[in-house]
Nanobody, 117 residues
Framework: QVQLVESGGGLVQAGGSLRLSCAAS????????MGWYRQAPGKQRELVAV???????NYADSVKGRFTISRDNAKNTVYLQMNSLRPEDTAVYYC???????????WGQGTQVTVSS
């Protein structure tokens, strides 16, 4: 089981960039994939990007070409590079780990990203 801690959020102007980090502690042998979700006030949490243990990636249509998910297995860390940020990207961003054993999924506490218009 891993514990996830997000960092790197903040306030940025439209068109700017941020890099989010998600540091994991504990064993990583059970991790199938890791991803980033986001949730704006009053809205449903949505998938932003995911990277599998094999390195395959998927992105929400709204962020394709702007965001890049990556990982550093040696540091047990997953990143989300966010470029060309838009006000619509404003949300709390959560790191997620998909596990092969119970509880099958873990969540970080979230980091706020605010993009000013």
């Amino acid at each position: 089981q891993v514990q996830l801690v997000e960092s790197g959020g903040g306030l940025v102007q439209a068109g700017g960039s941020l890099r989010l980090s998600c540091a994991a502690s504990g064993t990583i042998f059970s991790v199938i994939a890791m991803g980033w979700y986001r949730q704006a006030p009053g809205k449903q949490r949505e998938l932003v990007a995911v990277i599998s243990s094999g390195g395959n990636t998927n992105y929400a249509d709204s962020v394709k070409g702007r965001f890049t998910i990556s990982r550093d297995n040696a540091k047990n860390t997953v990143y989300l590079q966010m470029n060309s940020l838009r006000p619509e990207d404003t949300a709390v961003y959560y790191c997620n780990a998909q596990l092969s054993r119970p509880p099958f999924g873990l969540w970080g506490q979230g980091t706020q990203v605010t993009v000013s218009s």
